[in-house]
DNA sequence: CGGAGATTGTTTCCATGTAAAGTATTTTCA
DNA sequence: TGAAAATACTTTACATGGAAACAATCTCCG
């Protein structure tokens, strides 16, 4: 019984109407996409999020980690346990400067640095995993319309 | 003391390097983007995965939940939660099909069809401030793009 | 038939992320 | 000056989402 009446084959064709066409339903799953990306090709071990902070703490020492965290949109409260974490793991030191005693500077230890190099060698694998099926003019326009619907200035 | 020293002023500026072109970093800043826009404009009370799903339902009543839950990318846990939830709400009714002991079946409860009703309602005004700044065409590329790199099939 | 294996959904436990209140410090201005 | 407000981060308490193990049911095939 129940060998593909009609009624079971319909039943697993999903119609999602106007939801298909909304961008928010879209970025979810070009986001799931790009994660599903990531993982397969990084091997440094860190999350996007914390891969990222990683990256930006490299670029920028010394920084304060609220002017990381308003500019990649991390919650403070988020931010901090992220910080913590990645100090717990010995990849980044916190220093209070006497100057302002209520912030936090953020720097890499060595090991920091060694992984930081390391993520290096893997942004290009990355970015060539990232670009899945789209081909270098779709990329480039891919990357304009997401900076420009974000809100992003043009690229540097 | 501490009055805008270079340092001070230099110290907001975060140098993202590669990051910011980096599809799954933007993808994260226009997701956030997107549910800004949504948040402004809903009135229904219900989030946007919950409202995905009530969508669904009511396009596809007697599906079975699974079904759905595959084919939104929802997790079959997150799923279960997200039925009671609704369930709880009044909105949702399950159904378990002597046909298939094991498989639950979701429609909506009238509460839940009123709420579907109004919800379409806001679409319009959802899709509009979704655009943001985006012209027709810019909408139009960001829209095909975001299909193809999620790997959806061309719309119907 | 009847047990092995597949399917469907649920539970438990954990990771991630946020809101709101709390702490410490600095700035402002009457 | 010094009390009030602002700033920078942390803590707590909670909401969201996932992985893995579990329970129930169904299918397949000897």
Redesign the interface.
């Known amino acids: 019984?129940?060998q593909f009446t009609r009624e079971e084959i319909e039943?697993?064709r999903?119609?999602?109407?106007?939801?298909?066409?909304?961008?928010?339903?879209?970025?979810?799953?070009?986001?799931?996409?790009?994660?599903a990306?990531?993982f397969r090709v990084s091997e440094v071990g860190l999350k996007?999020g914390a891969l990222?902070v990683l990256?930006?703490i490299a670029?920028?020492p010394?920084?304060?980690q609220g002017?990381?965290a308003r500019?990649l949109?991390i919650k403070p409260a988020h931010m901090t346990k992220l910080v913590r974490a990645m100090v717990d793991d010995g990849l980044v030191e916190r220093y209070v400067p006497p100057?302002?005693r209520r912030s936090v500077r953020l720097s890499l230890t060595k090991a920091g640095k060694a992984l930081y190099e390391r993520s290096c060698g893997e942004?290009h694998a990355?970015?060539r995993a990232?670009?899945?099926?789209?081909n270098d003019r779709?990329y480039t326009?891919?990357?304009a319309?997401?900076?420009?619907?974000?809100?992003?200035g043009a690229?540097?």
Do not use: C, S, Y
């Open positions: 019984m129940n039943a697993e999903v119609d999602l109407g106007e939801i298909e066409t909304t961008l928010g339903f879209l970025l979810r799953m070009a986001q799931l996409r790009a994660f990306h990531f996007p990222t990256w930006v670029l920028n010394g920084l304060r002017a990381i500019r949109m100057n302002d942004m990355i970015h990232e670009r899945g099926t789209l779709e326009d891919f990357v319309l997401l900076r420009k619907f974000a809100g992003i690229p540097p």
